[in-house]
């Protein structure tokens, strides 16, 4: 199983960027999915994660300006970031809870991380 993330960059404050995670390999059901992001001396935190019945949580730092939403057909979460600070600016990780087996138990699972960096 791997989680390939794209969509970070380098954006003005004020400005928008939209994350997407896609999931692959031998996947027979993902559970939750989510958002981390680690700035420099800081720990992993949720941002935001999305159930498999598309409930959300938001950390209430981001709450009113970033969006979680999945395409279960296409195995991919997204994050639209709206109105972006300074201080959203870290290394975002995608984060899944993947079923791999009927008799397995689900792993949680990874992306490579991609940095946002936001300039003020």
């Known amino acids: 199983v791997q989680l390939v993330e794209s969509g970070g960059g380098l954006v003005q404050a004020g400005g928008s960027l939209r994350l997407s995670c896609a999931a692959s390999?031998?996947?027979?059901?993902?559970?939750?999915m989510g958002w981390y992001r680690q700035a420099p001396g800081n720990q992993r935190e949720l941002v935001a994660a999305i159930t498999s019945t598309s409930s959300t949580n938001y950390a209430d730092s981001v709450k009113g300006r970033f969006t979680i939403s999945r395409d279960n057909a296409k195995k991919t979460v997204y994050l639209q970031m709206n109105s972006l600070k300074p201080e959203d600016t870290a290394v975002y990780y995608c984060n899944a809870e993947i079923a791999t087996g009927i008799l397995r138990r689900p792993d949680d699972y990874w992306g490579q991380g991609t940095q946002v960096t936001v300039s003020s």
């Open positions: 390999g031998s996947i027979l059901r993902i559970n939750t």
